[in-house]
């Protein structure tokens, strides 16, 4: 079934002709559309939401929080679901492991949500949804692409994005062979996961493309200096400088290449157009040239990606809608269509079966929304297209790679 | 390489040493540590970041601002924080300071969010190579600035009149009290000063690292307690070597073992000192130490 879950609640009169487009296998036993009984007097649905205003990648959570929120919004203006509002219940876990773990049983078990947004970084992912899943609670990242980030937690947690490994080693390849790369430096954070994994990325891509990496070094999340890391990679003058980090830090790194006037080119994965804004206001003219891996086309054409993304632009002032604020908006109706199409009324004897019928149906549909379609893989993560992005004059713009 | 990073290190220890010599000012003064002189130097550079990149201030008088800020700030945490706590509680005053810090710090981001801020290029495209060692324009006016207000509080403490008060004051601020010279000014003073330079300390850090962050505060507070105890607490001089020291250990720890290990080593080495010569690397006068 292929399920275009934004249009209902979400940018009403733009999309509402674009629903429930062609279907393409899989049951079709809750494709109502309608919007469901009316349980007004059951109070609203409680999802929640945990975000970190702090550490590497807070500014991915920042938007994701503000994607989630505009979803609801708009979704209770349009008069709630099953005639019930959409409540976000938010916990900032501060980029704190003992925050994660100590949030998530008290959003279940006190705050009673119905399902939960999981953070949008890897490190913290991993944590909550393990933490969910043990309580058999749903969540879903929008953003968590490190390879193996949701095993501890299958089959109760998903990711919208493809995980790093599958979506920018085979776009990175490509382009290392496309600019004719044969030297290559990385820094990376060697305490954090996310950026050790990136650095495992990039170490694969260029043994599988026969690049010398002639540099490696390292930093700590949040370094104000980089001085010294880039004073070590401009000694070897490298073809290319591969940055694992969060938008913040590789925006700081950018600006201490180009003030060394060295003039390798810039290379990030799929996880660094994510946090693109926080890359290009930090690093200026630095990104310039700077290219990325892409799972995300913030100028989608294709129907209803390009109706909702407008409205996002035109809605929230923005020049280009975030990855992970399209990807959070898309989550909060994807719950909002299934607990509508199901006049799900997730009462304290419903729950367990409600929440299992919410696995059910995002394991088994293919959805469009404003990031684009998206089919969940049997590992949980999101089934993306492979792209790049190149900074052109402080914007991403997205390209297909050639092979 | 090496020439190059221990450059580099000497340079990031410059932009210690204006802070360390901030918190020396008020330790000679008043005895006491003020825990938020890093949130001081983070309002500052902020402030001034945001003049030069989005109203297109000239950086000197976005300097001479942060230096203004600086001193307002510290002043307001002077009467806040230690005006009128009696000198019976020693802990007051850090944990008040403390927490001044931490409204500054959630006052910033409330009212100009949480993103870091980019510090422009002041001198773009001007370098100075000399063989393998290479200096940007903005390093070497960050050299030049450190010294120049290096320079400036050593005369001023050294031959003026207010300056020779506060050095009374520091070294004994009841007799300085009994021949006249008014304690209570002469500490505000103080305060003012310290705060002035670490305003400067602030946006000249953020020059050399291209951008500010709400939450450099602490970590900035925390530097420059390590280069004051490396050093020695309210020694002037002493200061400015630990600076230069800890900016040089930082950098080839980075460059040559690991940046994780980074911080480790300089706990290290403060810690060693702290049980081999506990009064620091140099002592300004018998009996600070204890007093503190």
Known sequence: ?????????????????????????????????????????????????????????????????????YAVELINADGGVNGRDLELVEVDARNDPQSLVTAIPKLVSEDGVFAIIAPADSAGCEIACAAAAQLEVPAISPGAGRPGVLEPSRPWSFTLAQPDAANSIPVLSAVVKQEGIKTAAIIYDEANATTKAQNDLYTKVFEDTGV??????????????FTSQVTSMAAETPDVIALAAGPADAARIAVEVRTQNLDSLLMGTGSLQSGGTEYLNGAGDAAEGTITAAQFNPDNPDQPAAD??????EDNDFDVVPLNFSYAFDIVNMIANYLGDNEVEA????????RQGLLDYLQGETLEGMSGDVKFAEDGTGDRPQLYAVVTDGKFVIQEVDS | MLIQQLVNGVLLGTTFALIALSFNLVVGALDRLNFALGETAMVSAICAALLVSQADVPFVVAFVLS????AVVAALTYLLSFRFVSPKYHTAPILSSLGVGLVITSLVTRTFGSDQRRVPTVLEDVR??????VVTGDQLIILVVAALLTGLLYVFLNRTTWGTAIRGVSDDADTSGLLGVPVQRVILLTFVLSGALAGASGLLTGLSFHTVSPFTGFETTLTALMVVVLGGLGNITGGVIAALLIGVVETLTVAYVSATFRDL????????????????????QSGVAARV
């Open chain 1, 308 to 313: 909702l993304l407008a409205q996002a632009r």
């Open chain 2, 128 to 133: 100075f190579e000399l063989g393998p060692l």
């Open chain 2, 265 to 284: 080593l300089v706990f290290i080495l403060v810690a060693v000192t702290l049980v081999v010569r506990p009064q620091g690397l140099f002592t300004r």
């Open chain 1, 347 to 354: 009462t304290e004897d419903s729950l367990a079966d409600d």
């Open chain 1, 1 to 69: 079934m292929r399920r275009a879950f934004t249009g209902r609640r979400a940018a009403v009169a733009v999309v509402v002709p674009l629903l429930f487009v062609a279907a393409c296998g899989g049951s079709d036993d809750n494709s109502s559309g309608g919007g469901g009984g009316d349980q007004s007097d059951a109070g609203p649905y409680k999802l929640g939401l945990v975000y970190s205003s702090e550490g590497p990648f807070a500014n991915n959570s920042a938007t994701a929080r503000a994607g989630a929120n």
């Open chain 1, 212 to 225: 010398e990496v002639v540099s490696t070094t390292t930093y700590t999340s949040g370094d104000p200096s």
């Open chain 2, 67 to 70: 230096l203004l800020i600086g």
